[in-house]
């Protein structure tokens, strides 16, 4: 059965919303006031649907349906998942969250992606309370992970779970506070950096440079608390904090006052900021964006840390698939290709292309049980010889799709064809490989466990059978 959610407002972080949903497979219905919503939620999912897939090495779940409805009654009726995302008026979500829960199931998740109102101001007045509770996301919510909860333990630990099954990362706030967590960070830097503009000591692109230069990338992997700790060397956190614990007495901050944002300052930062992108259309600046995150976040899969971490474990659960019918041909890769694997002609790089042969083999090896477990006891499979041949180009965002056929399944040789086809079943390459048993102790050829040959018998004889029949 198919889950449903209500997205109440389309803006940038409602259509945020409604393409993390439709990409896992939810159907979503949208109510939004505002004529030009359609245009808006069709860009938007269309920059998700080119990005999101490409943190995944398997296929993500069939989309779910998206329909745009007249009222917001029709929209929350049937909804498991609400998300309010009007103006940052509580006047106004008082009156959306109460046409809300007049309309919708008692059972039903009532989420607001507020940034600075806390779980009761927003209850206040509600038929059911604790049915409301805050899901701030980070924009683009397609991509970034974070969601900070703030709500009663029973909803937020239903929201948690449903959050997680859709590759995100929920964090439940311990006290609900103005502002949650990470937008109090983000609040004191913005506002020291205004100061900075205003005193003119940096420009908007010199601080934009300060941080994504240098402690933003120190951030991104690792936070701030592990990065300081490591700071402190050898003798760890307890160390750096009394070797820079003195500076927080020091008036380098200006972090209780604020600049007036006078006519003057706002044009200054205006013109600072458009001298610094303004090239760039903001649908560009949005590919661009989307783009640079991918690539980090791919990057962080190899060393499965912090967001990688978060993305292999979501990629096991997508590709945890009940058992293959080897009757069948074998799918062995069904992924999109993504933008780290493009070179400089636009389409995936050759090397990319014994990534997927790679990638396929393993697919194989778990299938006759040389996986991880196989490989820790000391016995794997190498590659000795490949040839690939190729048909036609492949572009970034496009899906593609290997069919594997195991030609030779005998003593140490394992050796494979594969055809990588692409959305319209067309062979956009092909690939002849084989692979030798060995032991990882003496790095020498030797003989699979009995376990791995009577699979592997079993597949033979199994392929053989449809190539019979076909």
Request: proline fraction near 5%; aromatic fraction near 8%; include cysteine.
């Amino acid at each position: 059965m198919t889950n449903t959610a209500a997205i109440i407002g389309g803006g940038v972080i409602g259509g945020g919303w409604a393409a993390r949903f439709v990409l896992s497979g939810w159907d979503v219905a949208i109510f939004d006031p505002d004529p030009d919503a359609g245009r808006k939620i069709d860009a938007v999912m269309a920059n998700a649907r080119r990005s999101l897939p490409a943190l995944s090495e398997v296929a993500l779940p069939p989309e779910g349906q998206i329909k745009f409805v007249p009222t917001l009654a029709e929209a929350v009726a049937d909804a498991d998942w609400i998300q309010e995302s009007a103006p940052e008026r509580l006047e106004m979500k008082h009156r959306i969250l109460k046409e809300i829960q007049t309309h919708c199931r008692e059972d039903a998740l009532i989420g607001s992606s507020t940034s600075g109102f806390k779980p009761s101001e927003l209850q206040q007045g509600a038929l059911r309370p604790d049915q409301i509770f805050v899901a701030h996301p980070f924009n683009p919510v397609y991509l970034l992970p974070l969601i900070e909860l703030v709500g009663s333990d029973k909803t937020t630990a239903r929201a948690h779970d449903i959050l997680t099954q859709i590759g995100m990362k929920p964090l439940k706030v311990r006290k609900e506070i103005d502002a949650h967590i990470a937008d109090r960070f983000l609040e004191a830097v913005w506002r020291e950096a205004l100061w900075l503009v205003k005193d003119g000591i940096a420009t908007t692109q010199e601080i934009d440079d300060a941080i994504r230069y240098g402690f933003g990338l120190r951030w991104g992997q690792m936070g701030l608390f592990e990065t300081y700790r490591v700071a402190g060397g050898e003798a760890g956190m307890a160390h750096f904090i009394a070797q820079f614990g003195p500076c927080l007495q020091w008036p380098w901050t200006k972090l209780m006052d604020v600049p007036e944002l006078t006519d003057e300052l706002v044009q200054t930062i205006a013109s600072q900021s458009d001298a610094q992108s303004g090239s760039h259309s903001i649908r560009e600046l949005e590919r661009i964006r989307d783009d640079n995150l991918v690539s980090m976040m791919r990057s962080l899969k190899g060393r499965n840390w912090g967001a990688g971490a978060l993305l292999n474990e979501h990629d096991a659960r997508l590709g945890a698939a009940t058992e293959p019918d080897f009757t069948k041909p074998i799918i062995s890769v069904n992924r999109t290709v993504p933008v780290d694997w493009s070179d400089y002609n636009g389409h995936m790089n050759e090397s990319r292309y014994g990534q997927v042969w790679s990638d396929a083999a393993d697919t194989v090896m778990r299938m006759i049980g040389a996986d991880a477990a196989y490989i820790a006891a000391g016995l794997s499979y190498f590659t000795v010889d490949t040839h690939t041949k190729f048909m036609n180009e492949c572009l970034v965002g496009e899906p593609i799709t290997v069919v594997t056929q195991i030609v030779e399944g005998a003593g140490k040789k394992l050796r494979l064809y594969h055809e990588m086809k692409n959305a319209s079943e067309d062979v956009v390459a092909s690939c002849t490989q084989l692979l030798i048993h060995v032991s990882l102790q003496t790095r020498k050829s030797c003989e699979p466990a009995p376990l791995v040959l009577e699979k592997l018998a079993a597949i033979v004889a199994a392929q053989a059978t449809m190539q019979a029949q076909s």
